[in-house]
């Protein structure tokens, strides 16, 4: 039977993966045991996926990204160059905490800016922006803006990445034209 996903010659998926149809596996990257990849995904340059690490449809990972056992993340993530999840709170080298694993959610639609931390057992919520370098220590809201070391929110995104500048509890993307409001620290699309 012939795959319906591409994998560069250099790339190596172990047993038990599941990859959907149309993804891409680039140079150089490592997909361990029961990892599940869904449609249309595209996993850049020496990227690994340690073992049952599960991929909505149309994730993009960019070059050099370590997603680690215990992370999730739903459909259209995008995770910037060098980005890394962590999966212990308190590593050790002589201390085996395999057992100890956090689990990480990654929302519909969220992105995760270049050389960003995301500090396990912390979700992130859909369509949250998490800018390049920042060190994430806590749960992140949906459609939130979060920056810095240790990571703070400065605002709030729309689905299609513009700041929003809330006025009495509402808020237009500039590009689609999309409307949010604001309640209560929450924000969701106005249909």
């Not at 960019?62 to 890394?84: A, H, K, R, W």
């Not at 639609?109 to 995301?118: E, V």
Request: proline content about 3%.
């Amino acid at each position: 039977m012939e795959k319906e996903f591409f994998a560069h010659e250099s790339a190596y998926i172990d047993e038990g993966c599941t990859i959907g149809k149309g993804s891409k596996i680039w140079h150089f990257s490592h997909v361990m045991a029961n990892c599940v990849l869904g449609e249309n995904c595209n996993i850049g340059q020496n990227v690994v996926i340690s073992p049952s690490v599960v991929l909505g449809r149309n994730v993009k990972v960019q070059n050099n990204v370590s997603i680690y056992t215990g992370v999730t993340c739903d459909e259209d993530v995008f995770l910037g160059p060098s980005m890394v999840f962590t999966n212990v709170i308190n590593p050790r080298s002589a201390v085996n905490r395999k057992s100890e694993y956090a689990k990480t959610h990654v929302g519909r639609g969220a992105s995760i800016g270049a050389n960003a931390t995301i500090v396990c057992g912390h979700n992130i919520g859909e369509f949250a922006f998490i800018g390049a370098g920042a060190v994430v220590t806590k749960n992140v809201p949906a459609y939130s803006l979060w920056v810095g070391n240790p990571a703070k929110q400065m605002g709030w995104m729309s689905e299609f990445g513009h700041k929003l500048n809330f006025k009495d509890g509402l808020a237009e993307c500039p590009e689609s034209k999309e409307k949010y409001q604001l309640v209560n620290g929450e924000v969701s699309k106005i249909k």
